[in-house]
T-cell receptor
Framework: GESVGLHLPTLSVQEGDNSIINCAYS??????FIWYKQESGKGPQFIID?????DKRQGQRVTVLLNKTVKHLSLQIAATQPGDSAVYFC????????????FGQGTELSVKP | GAVVSQHPSWVICKSGTSVKIECRSL??????MFWYRQFPKQSLMLMAT?????????EQGVEKDKFLINHASLTLSTLTVTSAHPEDSSFYIC???????????FGPGTRLTVL
């Protein structure tokens, strides 16, 4: 069935290092992907998105890479800061299916000062 | 812009009672609203999709008679958990899409605890 999964449930990095969070998806029809950050007790916060006609998109300190051949996407956070500590979810959707999102399991990022 | 609010932010109720959670889009008209449930240390699971003025579409395994969804206006959707039981304790999150229908904007969530 459709699923979006993450390779690692936890990731610990040193402040200032770069972080890479990975995500695999199974639905070949998914053509829109989003990364969310969720802090404890709060709703998901949009970080960055990418359409399937792109393989890379950059934001402020974040980059999303999409490899449709192997159905994989990643979120790179440059110069990770303590405020980046949170759970990160990837989500995929079929654009013509009403925007319904399928969320991955999440990766908990812990930044050590 | 694109702010979604939820009320209440947390609620504690006795088993067997019903609880209503509101989801509002504050500065845009939400043609579609989504309701998710999230258990501790787990991901968000979509419960249902609602469009203004029409019946909600529930995901497989979600009891529509237990989780009543009403989307009466373009800025308000409500989720009522009927005859709540301890296993319904969870974090309920709504999201909304605007007229452009692209990005989902998430609310802050409602923590439900059923005693």
């Amino acid at each position: 069935g459709e699923s979006v999964g993450l390779h690692l449930p936890t990731l610990s990095v040193q402040e200032g290092d770069n972080s890479i969070i990975n995500c695999a998806y199974s639905n070949s029809a998914s053509d829109y992907f989003i990364w969310y950050k969720q802090e404890s007790g709060k709703g998901p916060q949009f970080i960055i998105d990418i359409r399937s006609n792109m393989d890379k998109r950059q934001g402020q300190r974040v980059t999303v890479l999409l490899n449709k051949t192997v159905k994989h996407l990643s979120l790179q956070i440059a110069a990770t800061q303590p405020g980046d500590s949170a759970v990160y979810f990837c989500a995929g959707a079929e654009w013509n299916q009403g925007g319904k999102l399928i969320f991955g399991q999440g990766t908990e990022l812990s930044v050590k000062p | 812009g694109a702010v979604v609010s939820q009320h209440p932010s947390w609620v504690i109720c006795k088993s067997g009672t019903s609880v209503k959670i509101e989801c509002r889009s504050l500065d845009f008209q939400a043609t579609t609203m989504f309701w998710y449930r999230q258990f501790p240390k787990q991901s968000l699971m979509l419960m249902a999709t609602s469009n203004e003025g029409s019946k909600a579409t529930y995901e497989q395994g979600v009891e529509k008679d237990k989780f009543l969804i009403n989307h009466a206006s373009l800025t308000l959707s409500t989720l009522t958990v009927t005859s709540a039981h301890p296993e319904d304790s969870s974090f309920y999150i709504c999201s909304a899409t605007g007229l452009a229908g692209d990005r989902q904007f998430f609310g802050p969530g409602t923590r439900l605890t059923v005693l």
